[in-house]
């Protein structure tokens, strides 16, 4: 099973809600939401203009999903960046800690 870091996104057409993606064997697919990415397990979610939108379930038990952006490569990156999102936010009393700051300077 390959990684997200070994698709490449070649092109994006959100108009459409499809993507071209590359695998590390060189096999070029079109994706579009609710697809499976190619040899992983991550699940198309949406496709912008800038980047694709994938749901990923990591650890060993398949225990937490998490939200991947995944861009369109460019000339300066060779294969496509990707940008991991916790689903969850921030526990309420560290963002508590982070509010009480912002209004307190």
Do not use: C
């Amino acid at each position: 099973m390959a990684e997200l870091k070994d698709i490449t996104v070649v092109a994006l057409d959100s108009s459409h809600n499809r993507a071209v993606v590359k695998t590390l064997n060189g096999k070029m697919m079109v994706i579009k939401p609710g697809d499976t990415v190619p040899d992983s397990k991550a699940i198309v979610s949406k496709i912008l203009s800038d980047r694709m939108v994938v749901i990923d379930t990591i650890g060993a038990q398949q225990e937490k999903k998490q939200t991947v952006w995944i861009y369109k490569y460019t000339k300066e990156n060779v294969t496509s960046r990707i940008q991991r999102l916790d689903r969850e936010g921030p526990k309420s009393s560290h963002l508590k800690s982070v509010v009480k700051q912002e209004f307190s300077n």
